[in-house]
Protein backbone atom coordinates (compact mmCIF):
# COMPACT_ATOMS: atom_id res chain seq x y z
CA UNK A 1 0.00 0.00 0.00
CA UNK A 2 2.45 2.54 0.87
CA UNK A 3 4.50 1.73 -1.98
CA UNK A 4 1.49 2.65 -4.22
CA UNK A 5 1.41 6.12 -2.71
CA UNK A 6 4.72 7.25 -3.54
CA UNK A 7 5.32 4.96 -6.41
CA UNK A 8 5.08 8.54 -8.54
CA UNK A 9 7.48 10.39 -7.01
CA UNK A 10 9.80 7.70 -7.06
CA UNK A 11 9.38 7.43 -10.86
CA UNK A 12 10.02 11.13 -11.05
CA UNK A 13 13.43 10.68 -8.68
CA UNK A 14 14.40 8.17 -11.09
CA UNK A 15 14.07 10.83 -13.77
CA UNK A 16 15.81 13.38 -12.10
CA UNK A 17 19.12 10.75 -11.45
CA UNK A 18 18.67 9.86 -15.55
CA UNK A 19 18.83 13.62 -16.69
CA UNK A 20 20.97 15.02 -13.61
CA UNK A 21 24.49 12.67 -14.49
CA UNK A 22 24.36 13.42 -18.30
CA UNK A 23 23.91 17.46 -16.98
CA UNK A 24 26.62 16.96 -14.59
CA UNK A 25 28.83 16.02 -17.11
CA UNK A 26 28.02 18.85 -19.68
CA UNK A 27 28.32 21.22 -16.81
CA UNK A 28 32.18 19.68 -16.09
CA UNK A 29 32.47 19.72 -19.97
CA UNK A 30 31.40 23.78 -19.82
CA UNK A 31 33.54 24.65 -17.19
CA UNK A 32 36.44 22.87 -18.47
CA UNK A 33 37.11 21.24 -15.37
CA UNK A 34 38.25 23.93 -13.39
CA UNK A 35 38.00 23.60 -9.19
CA UNK A 36 35.28 26.57 -9.40
CA UNK A 37 33.41 23.61 -11.94
CA UNK A 38 33.98 21.03 -9.03
CA UNK A 39 32.32 23.24 -6.51
CA UNK A 40 29.37 24.34 -9.03
CA UNK A 41 28.88 20.83 -9.65
CA UNK A 42 28.27 19.94 -5.92
CA UNK A 43 25.03 20.43 -4.95
CA UNK A 44 23.75 18.12 -7.83
CA UNK A 45 26.48 15.58 -6.93
CA UNK A 46 24.88 15.64 -2.79
CA UNK A 47 21.62 15.39 -4.62
CA UNK A 48 22.52 12.36 -7.17
CA UNK A 49 23.95 10.50 -4.21
CA UNK A 50 20.98 11.34 -1.72
CA UNK A 51 18.94 9.82 -4.36
CA UNK A 52 20.69 6.78 -4.97
CA UNK A 53 20.58 6.34 -1.02
CA UNK A 54 17.07 6.57 -0.62
CA UNK A 55 16.49 3.71 -3.89
CA UNK A 56 18.95 1.30 -2.17
CA UNK A 57 16.89 2.03 1.27
CA UNK A 58 13.68 0.95 -0.22
CA UNK A 59 15.32 -1.68 -1.87
CA UNK A 60 16.61 -2.97 1.81
CA UNK A 61 12.71 -2.88 2.64
CA UNK A 62 12.47 -6.21 0.48
CA UNK A 63 15.14 -7.40 1.52
CA UNK A 64 13.60 -7.31 5.09
CA UNK A 65 10.53 -8.75 4.14
CA UNK A 66 12.15 -12.00 2.16
CA UNK A 67 13.95 -12.37 5.74
CA UNK A 68 10.74 -12.71 7.86
CA UNK A 69 9.69 -16.03 7.45
CA UNK A 70 12.86 -17.26 8.41
CA UNK A 71 12.65 -15.64 11.70
CA UNK A 72 8.91 -16.54 12.32
CA UNK A 73 10.81 -20.10 12.17
CA UNK A 74 13.41 -19.91 14.02
CA UNK A 75 10.74 -18.85 16.94
CA UNK A 76 9.54 -21.20 19.25
CA UNK A 77 5.50 -20.71 19.99
CA UNK A 78 5.11 -23.86 22.23
CA UNK A 79 3.74 -27.28 22.02
CA UNK A 80 1.12 -27.47 18.99
CA UNK A 81 1.82 -24.40 16.99
CA UNK A 82 4.10 -26.02 14.41
CA UNK A 83 0.90 -26.18 12.14
CA UNK A 84 -0.26 -22.70 12.74
CA UNK A 85 3.57 -21.50 12.30
CA UNK A 86 3.62 -23.09 9.13
CA UNK A 87 0.40 -21.56 8.26
CA UNK A 88 1.39 -18.13 8.74
CA UNK A 89 4.97 -18.46 7.32
CA UNK A 90 3.24 -19.62 3.53
CA UNK A 91 0.95 -16.67 4.24
CA UNK A 92 4.12 -14.17 4.09
CA UNK A 93 6.01 -16.05 1.79
CA UNK A 94 2.82 -16.20 -0.86
CA UNK A 95 2.18 -12.44 0.08
CA UNK A 96 6.05 -11.61 -1.25
CA UNK A 97 5.45 -8.36 0.71
CA UNK A 98 8.09 -5.60 -0.25
CA UNK A 99 8.75 -2.38 -2.03
CA UNK A 100 6.62 -2.12 -5.18
CA UNK A 101 7.60 0.14 -8.24
CA UNK A 102 4.85 -0.39 -10.99
CA UNK A 103 3.79 -3.67 -9.78
CA UNK A 104 7.82 -4.86 -9.92
CA UNK A 105 9.51 -5.67 -7.14
CA UNK A 106 12.49 -3.51 -6.31
CA UNK A 107 15.43 -5.18 -5.07
CA UNK A 108 19.11 -4.13 -4.28
CA UNK A 109 20.35 -6.25 -6.62
CA UNK A 110 17.91 -4.07 -9.39
CA UNK A 111 19.17 -0.83 -7.54
CA UNK A 112 23.36 -1.47 -7.47
CA UNK A 113 22.43 -2.32 -11.81
CA UNK A 114 20.92 0.71 -11.46
CA UNK A 115 23.60 2.66 -9.96
CA UNK A 116 26.36 0.49 -11.95
CA UNK A 117 24.86 1.45 -15.10
CA UNK A 118 25.08 5.38 -15.10
CA UNK A 119 28.31 4.83 -13.32
CA UNK A 120 29.52 3.55 -16.78
CA UNK A 121 27.45 6.00 -18.83
CA UNK A 122 29.10 8.39 -16.46
CA UNK A 123 32.40 7.33 -17.13
CA UNK A 124 32.10 6.42 -20.23
CA UNK A 125 30.69 9.93 -21.27
CA UNK A 126 33.30 11.57 -19.14
CA UNK A 127 36.29 10.10 -21.71
CA UNK A 128 34.72 10.68 -24.49
CA UNK A 129 34.31 14.28 -23.84
CA UNK A 130 37.45 14.66 -21.87
Known amino acids: KAS??????????VAVVVCTVPMLILDLVALDMQRSALIAILPGVVTLLSLFWMFILAALITDKCTRV???????????????????????????DAGFYVCDIRLTT?????????WGVIAIGLSSRLF
Open 109 to 117: TMVLKFIYG
Open 4 to 13: STIELIFLVF
Open 69 to 95: PALINSLNFGEGTERARQHTINYIVSS
